[in-house]
């Protein structure tokens, strides 16, 4: 059974950092996209990184430069690095993980339905 467990979340200050780490050890499939989604408070989840196992990424623009989405194989886990934090990236952050790479071919909402496997999410509070 797949489950994917995130940490890292947390409270800091603008322009500084966090680490996500979505534990993936229970995904064995060897195709896949996987991602990183964050929802605000009244806000739709929006798809922000994605990777797929040929480690090719795609990012949200508004957090291009700022947030580096990689695997750590060693560790069997997604990691998403931010940098420079502003407020607007406070929210809940969930990682994803489907076998079907066409996923991360855009980040379009229409497309974050599909996924078939999410963490159960974690708090990412950034304060002025």
């Known amino acids: 059974q797949v489950q994917l467990v995130e940490s890292g979340g947390g409270s800091v200050q603008v322009g500084g950092s966090l680490r996500l780490s979505c534990d993936t050890s229970?995904?064995?499939?060897?195709?896949?996209?996987m991602g990183w989604f964050r929802q605000a408070p009244g806000q739709e989840r929006e798809g922000i990184a994605l990777?797929?196992?040929?480690?090719?990424?795609t990012y949200l623009d508004s957090v291009k430069g700022r947030f580096t989405i990689s695997e750590d194989n060693a560790k069997s886990a997604l990691v998403l690095q931010m940098d420079s934090l502003k407020p607007e990236d406070t929210a809940v952050y969930y990682c994803?993980?489907?076998?079907?790479?066409?996923?991360?071919?855009?980040?379009?909402?229409?497309?974050?339905?599909?996924?078939?496997?999410w963490g159960q999410g974690t708090q990412v509070t950034v304060s002025s």
């Open positions: 229970t995904y064995t499939y060897g195709s896949y996209c």
């Open positions: 994803a993980a489907d076998q079907r790479r066409g996923l991360c071919s855009s980040l379009h909402a229409s497309l974050r339905t599909f996924f078939v496997y």
């Open positions: 990777i797929d196992s040929d480690g090719r990424t």
